[in-house]
T-cell receptor, first 110, second 114 residues
Framework: DAKTTQPPSMDCAEGRAANLPCNHSTISGNEYVYWYRQIHSQGPQYIIHGLKNNETNEMASLIITEDRKSSTLILPHATLRDTAVYYCIVSGNYGQNFVFGPGTRLSVLP | DTAVSQTPKYLVTQMGNDKSIKCEQNLGHDTMYWYKQDSKKFLKIMFSYNNKELIINETVPNRFSPKSPDKAHLNLHINSLELGDSAVYFC?????????????FGSGTQLSVL
C-alpha cells in the first residue's frame, strides 16, 4: 500500500502556479520524498526529491514541512504540457520499495 | 539517445501463447525493474534485479520470468498468457547504490491478450 495520500484530481490555469499537496504522516527519518509524473501513454518521469530541506530544480520546487509529514510540489508556471498524473512517493531503500499510489491527475486549462 | 528502451511498444497475442518483452538501458545503472500498470492505472513493482541478481520478486505468477543476460538488459518472459495479463508493462533502471535513487522508466509495452 502507498504510504502517501494525494487528492485525486486538481485543475490549474495555464501560466499560474500549480501546488500539489501530499501527506506522508508515517514517513521515517531516512526516507526521501519523491515526485514523479506520468503523461498519458508515457513512462513515469522523475521530477524532484528531497529529505528535509526545500528543493528546487528546472522543473519544480518541493516544499517539505518541518515535521516532514507533508509536502507540496510547485510547478511555478504551469503549461498545457504539464497535464499529467503526479505521484508522491516516500522511499529510503535504494528505490526498491517505490510504491506508486493513484496520484493526482492535474489538468492545466487554457 | 533513449536511456531506457523497451520493445515492442504494442503486443497483441492470443491466450495461451508465450511472449517476451525486451528492455535495455544505456545509463550504466546496476539495478533494473519491471512494473505493471493495470487498467485502473495502479503501477506495481514486479521484479528488481541488481547486477543480474534477483532482488525483489513480488507476488507474481511464476508464468512471469525475468532474465538478465547482463546488467544493461532485463527481459520479461511470459508463458501461457491469460486475459488478466493485459496491461502496460514498464521497465525502469536506477544506479542501485544510493539511498536517494532516481528511477528512469521506459515508454512502456502495452500487452493485449485476446
Amino acid at each position: 500500500d502507498a504510504k502517501t495520500t494525494q487528492p485525486p484530481s486538481m485543475d490549474c490555469a495555464e501560466g499560474r502556479a500549480a501546488n500539489l499537496p501530499c501527506n506522508h504522516s508515517t514517513i521515517s527519518g531516512n526516507e526521501y520524498v519523491y515526485w514523479y509524473r506520468q503523461i498519458h501513454s508515457q513512462g513515469p518521469q522523475y521530477i524532484i526529491h528531497g529529505l528535509k530541506n526545500n528543493e528546487t530544480n528546472e522543473m519544480a520546487s518541493l516544499i517539505i514541512t518541518e515535521d516532514r509529514k507533508s509536502s507540496t510540489l510547485i510547478l511555478p508556471h504551469a503549461t498545457l504540457r504539464d497535464t499529467a498524473v503526479y505521484y508522491c512517493i516516500v522511499s529510503g531503500n535504494y528505490g526498491q520499495n517505490f510504491v506508486f499510489g493513484p496520484g493526482t491527475r492535474l489538468s492545466v486549462l487554457p | 539517445d533513449t536511456a531506457v528502451s523497451q520493445t515492442p511498444k504494442y503486443l497483441v497475442t492470443q491466450m495461451g501463447n508465450d511472449k517476451s518483452i525486451k528492455c535495455e538501458q544505456n545509463l550504466g545503472h546496476d539495478t533494473m525493474y519491471w512494473y505493471k500498470q493495470d487498467s485502473k492505472k495502479f503501477l506495481k513493482i514486479m521484479f528488481s534485479y541488481n547486477n543480474k541478481e534477483l532482488i525483489i520478486n513480488e507476488t507474481v505468477p511464476n508464468r512471469f520470468s525475468p532474465k538478465s543476460p547482463d546488467k544493461a538488459h532485463l527481459n520479461l518472459h511470459i508463458n501461457s498468457l491469460e486475459l488478466g495479463d493485459s496491461a502496460v508493462y514498464f521497465c525502469a533502471s536506477s544506479q542501485g547504490n544510493r539511498r536517494d535513487e532516481k528511477l528512469f522508466f521506459g515508454s512502456g509495452t502495452q500487452l493485449s491478450v485476446l
